[in-house]
C-alpha cells in the first residue's frame, strides 16, 4: 500500500507563493500518476492539478491555470505543486493523490490520497 506525506502548507498573504510537496512511500513512484486537489468545509473535494507517470503530461483546473505548476521528481519520489499568484479563494487544504492506471480530474479515479496540507491566503 502506498502512503502519501504533503508538508509546506501555511499561511501565506494574496499575490504571495508557495510551494507543496508530496512525498510517495513507494518502490515504484514512476508507475503512479499523481494529483493536487483541495477542499474547503461544506464543500466537495475539488481538482486543481494532475501530473501523468513520466511527468510529460500535466494537467490543470481554469481556476489555477496560468498561476500554479506541477513536477515530479521520479528519483525523489516527490511531486511538487509550485503556487503563485495567491488568491484568498484559494484557501483550502490541498491534498496529494496518487493511482497507478487514473489520470485526469475525478477524484473518485485516484485510489491513494494523503492527509492533507492547509493553505491560508490573507486579503
Known amino acids: 500500500q502506498v502512503h502519501l506525506l504533503e508538508s509546506g502548507g501555511g499561511l501565506v498573504q494574496a499575490g504571495g507563493s508557495l510551494r507543496l510537496s508530496c512525498v510517495v512511500s513507494?518502490?515504484?513512484?514512476?508507475?503512479?500518476?499523481m494529483g493536487w486537489f483541495r477542499q474547503v468545509p461544506g464543500k466537495e473535494r475539488e481538482f486543481v492539478a494532475a501530473i501523468s507517470w513520466s511527468g510529460s503530461s500535466t494537467y490543470f483546473a481554469d481556476s489555477v491555470e496560468g498561476r500554479f505548476t506541477i513536477s515530479r521528481d521520479n528519483a525523489k519520489n516527490t511531486v511538487y505543486l509550485q503556487m503563485n499568484s495567491l488568491k484568498p479563494e484559494d484557501t483550502a487544504v490541498y491534498y496529494c493523490a496518487a493511482d497507478s492506471i487514473y489520470f485526469g480530474g475525478d477524484p473518485v479515479g485516484f485510489g491513494a490520497w494523503g492527509q492533507g496540507t492547509q493553505v491560508t491566503v490573507s486579503s
Open positions: 513507494t518502490h515504484t513512484f514512476s508507475s503512479y500518476a
